[in-house]
């Protein structure tokens, strides 16, 4: 990502954050950032597609390296505990774009919205196929409902944003792992959940 289209971003987040999507404009944000219109428009057709790259820059975080989890990792439980990390995660790479997308998402056009929708699908999609190997290779419960347990995890992790600072007793990383740890004792089958804490014993 370019220096200018950055700071145009950065820049937005502050504004949007204090005065409302509605209550900034174009002129606004060069002003902030010291740029013209011209530097504006050179990445972003409008003030809309801006609020739109807002969360996209978070969702293909959490999409990309769930997809990297998938080919890094050959076994289902490893390869959910690199998807629920780096999704934890994003709520600390990204936590001032999620503050201001929750609180302007109203507001976002219907093809954007379309876009959005398609790249959580996806997220969602490879959350579940996960539990779903891990149900076929007896490493997560086959009793547990794979779409309800899909949505409980996603549900859970992605009501971070709401608490979740920067400057809390915990770095994001621990908080993930006392996710994991959570979420694991839940849905792991007994052998798989003693396999996962002799793994992270020599680790």
Request: a negative charge; glycine letters at 4%.
């Amino acid at each position: 990502m370019s220096h200018l289209k950055d700071k145009i971003i950065q820049s937005s987040l502050v504004l949007f954050s204090e005065n409302g999507f509605h209550g900034v404009s174009v002129k606004d944000i060069v002003e902030y950032c010291d740029t013209s219109k011209g530097g504006f428009y050179h990445y972003f057709n409008s003030k809309d597609e801006l609020l739109y790259v807002i969360h996209d820059l978070f969702i293909s975080y959490v999409l990309n390296e769930a997809n990297r989890a998938k080919k890094r990792q050959q076994r289902p439980m490893y390869q959910l505990h690199e998807i629920l990390h780096s999704f934890v995660r994003v709520f600390d790479l990204y936590n001032e774009h999620i503050s201001v997308f929750y609180q302007e998402n109203k507001y976002l056009k219907a093809e954007y919205e379309e876009k959005i929708k398609s790249k959580r699908d996806q997220f969602k999609q490879i959350v579940i196929e996960v539990i779903e190997e891990g149900q076929k290779n007896g490493e997560i419960r086959k009793e547990l409902p794979t779409i309800i347990t899909g949505m409980s995890i996603l549900g859970m992790v992605n009501w971070t944003y709401k608490w979740y600072k920067r400057d809390g007793d915990l770095s994001i990383d621990d908080i993930a792992e006392v996710y994991i740890d959570i979420l694991f004792k839940g849905v792991l089958t007994d052998h798989a959940i003693e396999e996962y804490h002799q793994s992270t014993l020599h680790n």
